[in-house]
């Protein structure tokens, strides 16, 4: 799978970025809690390289909470300053604005000793499409200061928000790179919700979906929710059939459970596929990590 969105103003939210970083004293880097390095934009790590930085997991309420606990020790280790958040909720943003001034209180002490006194914090904060940034800023803020919707490319400008009297947030369009060299990463971000629909063969992207989940011994997850059970699955995957084709007959079986039948009994594959994406992003299958750290 070869999926490459990378429109004109990703590289001109790129320059921008690179820009005003220059007015920023520390970056919160936001990333997805179920895939924390595919979510991970190579060229902006290298951007911000020097920069304070403070990784958020976010979105953790839809990740599996031992494995989240897994990543922050990993960035950790890497002496990586990690939180895990739920923008939707609140848990844990909190922490985000002590955990900056924490880290910015060297600075302040500096700046007041040459009579600097009262300047904020600048913070940007930066991450790939759809990793929930506005509902991030807006939890932080107390306020709705940006627009938010489950899609990405909603951010089209820098904007800065002040949080308190302390911390300013400047607040950035969500970025990918070029080229998605990894098959993996390329699922992962499909599965979140990061890569805009228009662009994505549904279809093939729930196929994926379903591979990923019997592949990774997880087929409950397929049964609790949809209903198909255990000795179906077994039997479709004891068919003298390619694989493929087995998981394409799990894929109509889901839609059978569902109702998803068109005229002459066909199944109605576009609807299927688009609610198991829908679900599996809306955390309706439950939590799931798609990646885990290695030891």
């Given at each position: 799978?070869n999926i ?50 403070i990784i ?225 992003k809306n ?13």
């Amino acid at each position: 799978m070869n999926i490459n969105w990378y429109p004109g103003h990703m590289a001109k939210a790129k320059r921008e970025i690179k820009e005003d970083l220059k007015l920023v004293d520390i970056v919160i880097e936001l990333l997805d809690a179920r895939c924390p390095l595919a979510s991970q934009n190579p060229d902006i790590k290298e951007i911000i390289a020097g920069k304070k930085r403070i990784i958020v997991l976010n979105k953790a309420d839809l990740a599996e909470d031992a494995i989240t606990k897994e990543w922050i020790e990993y960035f950790k280790r890497q002496g990586i300053c990690a939180l895990s958040t739920d923008s939707n909720s609140g848990f844990g943003v909190d922490k985000v604005s002590a955990t900056v001034e924490a880290n910015m209180q060297a600075e302040l002490e500096k700046n007041a000793g040459k009579g600097r006194v009262g300047r904020t914090i600048r913070a940007c904060i930066i991450g790939i499409p759809n990793v929930g940034k506005s509902s991030f800023i807006n939890r932080m803020a107390k306020k709705t200061a940006v627009e938010v919707a489950n899609r990405p490319g909603v951010t089209k400008k820098n904007k800065w928000i002040r949080v308190n009297n302390k911390i300013e947030l400047l607040d950035t369009p969500g970025v990918l790179w070029p080229k998605l060299e990894s098959r993996e990463t390329a699922l992962y971000l499909s599965f979140t919700g990061t890569i805009k629909e228009e662009i994505l063969d549904k279809i093939e992207i729930a196929y994926e979906l379903i591979r990923y989940f019997l592949q990774t011994g997880r087929e409950e997850v397929l049964i609790s929710r949809y209903g198909i059970t255990k000795e179906q699955i077994q039997q479709i995957r004891q068919m003298d059939a390619e694989e493929n084709e087995k998981y394409y007959a799990i894929f109509l079986e889901i839609g059978k459970k569902r109702g998803a039948i068109i005229s002459g009994g066909a199944i109605d594959e576009e609807k299927v596929a688009r609610m198991l994406l829908e679900e599996f992003k809306n955390g309706k299958l439950g939590k799931i990590s798609l990646e885990r750290p290695h030891k």
